[in-house]
């Protein structure tokens, strides 16, 4: 079977669900009631990539697309718009957007790439008038604040406002730490809160100039300590104990084993 007869067959197991004869929950569905299961499947397929797990990757990738020619063929239904009108506009709008592969631009730099790139996209959202969108007017409201603080400095550095070079950058982070410091000393907790968020605003930046994506670090982060946490269950438990009935200093024992552990079955 081909890639497009599996496409097709996919997209015929949708309109009979929401048929006359389908499934009684399917036929209620709209598009506002099914984006939360298409966010909670997007968060699925994430984790099983992050996992390094194709099998799950694999199924996944396959909920998310279900779901999203489901919310497709309801808007088909209403006489909104068919799938094929979204697929013409995606197409059409990554060839407008990279105008170095599908045309005869040359940039000098990844820089002038990017910056070209939102010029493009917003170029796009241009009224009558002529009048361009704001620089964050496309900044999606409901994205998680990490991941949407790495958006901001990534959309204002391509609109030329940041720190003029790194070293500049870690200045501001030196700052910024100092003023949490000092906040934390002797500040009430609104100020404690909004330095901390200041120094962690600034983090998100410095690790984007590094190449790294704070969200994703972070939840590698989580998965590594809730990893070697469980292992010090495991390990407790072969002794007769639990984890959380140990003293601290045996906790830390436990936890010094399970990352040598791990570091060992790193190495090849």
Same mark, same amino acid.
């Given at each position: 079977m081909t890639t497009n007869e599996s496409f097709t067959r996919l997209r015929e197991v949708v309109a009979t669900l929401t048929g006359p004869e389908g499934c009684p929950w399917d036929r209620e569905q709209t598009p506002l009631s099914l984006c939360d299961y298409v966010v909670e499947e997007a968060f699925e397929l994430v984790d099983a990539v992050r996992s390094d797990n194709p099998s799950e990757a694999r199924e996944e990738l396959g909920d998310v697309l279900f779901l999203l020619l489901f919310v497709a063929h309801l808007y088909e239904k209403q006489g909104q718009f068919c799938l094929q009108d979204a697929l013409d506009e995606a197409r059409a709008k990554m060839v407008r957007r990279h105008p170095h592969v599908f045309a005869d631009t040359e940039f000098k730099d990844q820089?002038?790439?990017?910056? $070209?790139?939102?010029?493009?996209?917003?170029?796009?959202?241009?009224?009558?008038?002529? $009048?361009? @969108?704001?620089?964050?007017?496309?900044? @999606?409201?409901?994205?998680p604040p990490l991941l949407k603080a790495y958006r901001i400095h990534s959309k204002s550095a391509r609109a030329g406002f940041t720190w003029q070079d790194d070293a500049a950058m870690e200045k501001q982070l030196e700052a910024e730490w100092c003023e949490w410091q000092e906040a934390d000393r002797s500040g009430g907790k609104e100020q404690r809160e909004e330095e901390f968020g200041d120094y962690l605003f600034t983090l998100v930046e410095l690790g984007r100039r590094r190449g790294i994506k704070a969200n994703a670090a972070l939840d590698f982060a989580n998965r590594k300590f809730l990893r070697r946490f469980s292992r010090m269950e495991e390990l407790a438990r072969c002794d007769g104990n639990e984890l959380t009935d140990l003293p601290q200093e045996r906790m830390e024992e436990l936890w010094q084993q399970a990352k040598k552990e791990e570091n060992k079955a790193d190495k090849p």
């Open positions: 820089k002038e790439l990017m910056r $070209t790139w939102e010029r493009i996209k917003r170029s796009e959202k241009e009224d009558d008038q002529g $009048t361009l @969108p704001g620089v964050f007017d496309s900044l @999606p409201k409901g994205l």
